[in-house]
């Protein structure tokens, strides 16, 4: 099963920044990731007006758009899915998964946390936390790493999750 590591936060933590600096560490290290991105507000990737909106105005469930660099899909769901239940019917090919956000989920999690905020962190050990990304230090019992060391946390997402042998 391929493995998801969440990387969790408060608002304008950084999490996408982080996400943006840890992706091309694994890749670097040879590993193929997918990411998820939760959204408890919903999104949009389809533009009003555009074809593939329309077939889905139209009734469509599903649409794909197709081109010779990559595939979207834009399909309607009747609740919030569970990172397992995206995994399992989306993620091919890939060695690990990213997602960001799913703080509730059972997956292993990189908590990263700005002292600006003032809040206290989301996580704890029995969270399954792997490592905090910060500005300051903490005594959990997990590595706490600097926010802006994605090498560092890349390593400790391999130590947990080696790249399976071809």
């Known amino acids: 099963m391929i493995p998801i590591v969440s990387i969790v936060g408060r608002s304008d933590s950084g999490k996408t920044t ?28 389809d533009h009003e007006g555009k074809d593939s909106w329309r077939h889905k105005k139209a009734g469509a469930s599903i649409s794909i758009i197709s081109s010779p660099w990559k595939v979207g899909l834009v399909e309607d769901v009747d609740r919030d899915h569970e990172l397992s239940e995206i995994r399992k019917r989306y993620v091919r090919n890939v060695d690990l998964v990213l997602s960001e956000g799913y703080k509730g989920n059972n997956h292993p999690k990189i908590e990263v946390f700005r002292s600006a905020t003032n809040h206290e962190l989301l996580c704890s050990q029995t969270d399954d936390l792997l490592a905090i990304a910060s500005d300051r230090s903490f005594n959990l019992g997990v590595p706490c790493v600097d926010i802006n060391d ?14 399976p042998s071809p």
């Open 18 to 45: 982080l996400m943006e600096k840890l992706i091309p560490e694994l890749v670097k290290r040879g590993y193929r990731v997918a990411t998820i991105k939760h959204d408890v507000h919903g999104f949009d990737i």
């Open 150 to 163: 994605a090498a560092a946390l890349a390593e400790i997402i391999i130590q947990r999750f080696p790249k």
